[in-house]
């Protein structure tokens, strides 16, 4: 088990507790920027430090989407990359995001389904009044590749609408850790 905390606070949990250091970090802007993170062991009562050893800076939203699945913790960045901390090797690696999805958003959502990886992104295309919801699985860590695995072409038909305007925003925020079920939000 594993939590991401904001500093002293105390979390109950079942194995182990880590936590991100953050090196920049403001309460007026929605993201930080990870250093390091660190390992508290139930067991010996210990810390460990993972520094990030990676080329660039990782730059996080506050609360970031994050997952953790066969002892890794996937973080995704401001940068479409998703982070991985290898919890038990003490390594960090990153998946860039697609090439030709990374200039539709800043921000990939993750979760995990049925013990995989997922990520997913709603956009609209300028000029288009339909908004689409693409799903990727990355089924191979070792490769690091996506594939394609679900595509919605107008999801405003799911709330009933025929049109989008520039108030409105959709955004698919969850999905469901057993079923092939992804939870669909609008606001605006």
């Not at 105390?10 to 090196?23: D, E, F, S």
Request: charged share 25%.
């Amino acid at each position: 088990m594993f939590a991401i905390q904001e500093g002293g606070g105390r979390l109950k949990v079942t194995k182990t507790v880590l936590q991100t250091k953050r090196a920049i970090g403001h309460s007026k802007n929605k993201w930080c920027i990870v250093s390091s993170c660190r390992r508290f062991h139930l067991e010996t009562g210990r810390w460990t430090a993972m520094q990030n050893k990676l080329a660039q800076e990782i730059v996080l939203l506050r609360e970031p989407p994050c997952v953790f699945l066969n002892g890794i913790m996937y973080l995704s960045s401001l940068d479409c990359r998703i982070i991985m901390v290898d919890i038990e090797r003490k390594t960090w690696r990153e998946i860039e995001w697609l090439v030709d999805m990374a200039h539709r958003t800043e921000i990939v959502t993750i979760g995990q389904s049925l013990g995989i990886l997922h990520a997913w992104l709603t956009y609209k295309d300028n000029g288009s009044s339909q908004v689409q919801l693409y799903v990727w699985v990355l089924e191979d860590i070792a490769s690091r590749r996506w594939t394609l695995k679900h595509t919605a072409t107008n999801i405003l038909e799911l709330f009933g609408r025929e049109c989008y305007n520039d108030e409105e925003s959709f955004r698919a925020f969850a999905i469901h850790p057993d079923r092939n079920l992804i939870y669909i939000t609008d606001y605006g």
